[in-house]
Structure formats: C-alpha cells, structure tokens
C-alpha cells in the first residue's frame, strides 16, 4: 500500500562496484524525481522526470543515470561507486509542480 | 549565501509551548513553500505548504509567509514529544518543479 516505494531499503556493497535503485509510486502522479541526503541531512535533488522526460539534471557525476520507464517507475543506476556516494537517497513523486511526496529512502553504504 | 537557511537548533520547547521554526531564502522569485518534518531515519513528511502572503492553519499548525522579507516561519501549538523531528524547510522558484532544501531545524519537545 506504500504510496512511494523503493527498492532495495538498504545496500552495502564494495568500491567500484555498480548497482541499481528502483522506485515505484501508485499516485497516479505525473512526476518523479531523486534526491540525496549527505551525513549532514542536507536534502539535494538530483534528477526529475515528467512522464518519463528528463527535466531537472544537476550537478551530478556522470556515474549516476536516471532511467524512466513509464511515469510510475524511475531508476537511479550508479556505475563505479565511491566512498562519496554514501547516503540515503530517496524518491519522491508529485503531480506537475504540486507538493512532493517521498519514499523511505535507500541507504547505500560503500565499504 | 546558502540559498535557503534555518537554524540547525536543537531548538528546545517544553511541551504545550509553541515552537516557533523560522527559514530564510535568497532567490525573491521564490514562488512555492513548503514545511517537512523527518523523523531520524525516516523519509520527509509534507506537513505545510504556503504559495500567498500571510498565515495558513492547519491544526496546530501555522505557516507564516512574508515574501517581502524572504521569510517563512512554522508554527507548532501545543507541542508534544511526538512532534520532536527535525524539520525541513523547501522553496520552489518559479513554476518549475525543482525544490531547494535549508538544513533543517531540529526540535525537542521536552517533557
């Protein structure tokens, strides 16, 4: 029933290696978006999607790339992962630019 | 400048009292605000949006809005220990989607 869920909740995995978040939301919402949280809290967006278009891209190495199915889903890949990318990233959904609802997060370790 | 600032706290209340969480931002065309509360190791929680000038109620809660002094404040009556979080304030510039976090202010509602 988790209006925004994500997939896995948490991953422990080595330098280097490559792994992959998923996100679904039953909403009915029309946009999807990632953010970061640091060790500091500090909440970052990183990429959004509008039915399954990229339109928000930060500042973001190039070893992170969104993918967008369908509108309900999106993916966050990260390729050749760095002790930096430690974090909780989550998902968030909305309808357009309405108020932003969040998933519980995945917390991503890099030993 | 951060682009958006609050008082990282703690802010300390006794129970019953109100709480009274303030937040700047920089960009005056700052269109959209919001309040979120997280609980630690939980996902942010939507409690408050404002888009106008002024006061918005909502239980025991009130956001303030001044857009001239690039303002917003949160307003907690009766405070209970459950409403101890830290909570995020959020500004969307314009009409598009993008959300900038402040730091957050965390809050202990002591017994």
């Known amino acids: 029933d988790t209006a925004v869920s994500q997939t896995p909740k948490y991953l422990v995995t080595q330098m280097g290696n490559d792994k992959s978040i998923k996100c679904e939301q039953n909403?009915?919402?029309?946009?999807m978006y990632w953010y970061k949280q640091d060790s500091k809290k500090f909440l970052k967006i990183m990429f959004s999607?509008?039915?399954?278009?990229?339109?928000i891209n930060e500042t973001v190495p190039n070893r992170f790339s969104p993918k967008s199915p369908d509108k309900a889903h999106l993916n966050l890949h990260i390729n050749s992962l760095e002790l930096g990318d430690s974090a909780v990233y989550f998902c968030?959904?909305?309808?357009?630019?309405?108020?932003?609802?969040f998933g519980d997060g995945t917390r991503l370790s890099i030993l | 400048q951060k682009e958006v600032e609050q008082n990282s706290g703690p802010l300390s209340v006794p129970e019953g009292a109100i709480a009274s969480l303030n937040c700047t931002y920089s960009?005056?065309?700052?269109?959209?605000f919001f309040w979120y509360r997280q609980y630690s190791g939980k996902s942010p929680e939507l409690i408050m949006f404002?888009?106008?000038?002024g006061d918005k109620e909502d239980g025991r809660f009130t956001a303030q809005l001044n857009k001239a002094s690039q303002y917003v404040s949160l307003l907690i009556r009766d405070s209970q220990p459950s409403d101890s979080a830290t909570y995020l304030c959020?500004?969307?510039?314009?009409?598009?989607?993008?959300?900038?976090f402040g730091t957050g202010t965390q809050l202990k509602v002591e017994l």
């Open positions: 968030a959904s909305s309808y357009s630019n309405q108020p932003q609802h």
């Open positions: 909403l009915g919402h029309d946009t």
């Open positions: 999607y509008n039915n399954k278009e990229l339109i």
């Open positions: 960009d005056r065309g700052s269109q959209s």
């Open positions: 404002i888009y106008s000038n």
């Open positions: 959020a500004v969307r510039a314009g009409g598009g989607n993008k959300l900038t």
